[in-house]
């Protein structure tokens, strides 16, 4: 069983910063080090769209265009643990956002399909 867990989601006002975590567990998710970590968040009647990737390492790090300057993903193999640190939140950054996980051979995914393991999401709500 894989779970991937997160947490840090909830309201609040343009301008403002959350840190979102996500801590992996499970006896069939093996080396935490063996996979790139991902964040992909969807708002309300939209499709789920990535918004920033690590690799294993933590060395490489990727983001959608949307949120480049303002959000920072890293981690933490020791803890088994990747973050999501928002800053300067607007809100269109409204959206469930979701931890996932995929082998690092696949290198950075940009898209759902391929990921190999999903959080069940943390709300976060922006408001104006």
């Known amino acids: 069983q894989v779970q991937l867990v997160e947490s840090g989601g909830g309201l609040v006002q343009a301008g ?3 840190r979102l975590s996500c801590a992996a567990a499970g ?3 093996g080396t935490f080090g063996s996979y ?3 964040w992909f968040r969807q708002a309300p009647g939209k499709e789920r769209e990535f918004v920033a990737a690590s690799t294993w390492t ?3 790090t990727f983001y959608a265009d949307s949120v480049k300057g303002r ?16 800053n300067n939140l607007k809100p269109e ?4 956002y ?3 996980a995929a082998t690092r051979a696949k290198g ?3 898209n759902t399909a391929g990921m190999d393991y999903w959080g069940k999401g943390t709300l976060v709500t922006v408001s104006s």
Do not use: H, P, W
Not at 71 to 82: G, L, M, P, W
Not at 93 to 96: K, N, P, S
């Open 98 to 100: 979701y931890c996932s």
């Open 27 to 29: 006896r069939t998710f």
């Open 108 to 110: 950075i995914l940009t």
């Open 71 to 86: 959000f920072i993903i890293s981690r933490d193999n020791a803890k088994n643990t990747v973050y999501l640190q928002m």
């Open 58 to 60: 933590g060395d490489s």
């Open 36 to 38: 790139t970590m991902e």
């Open 16 to 18: 403002g910063s959350l």
């Open 93 to 96: 950054d409204t959206a469930v």
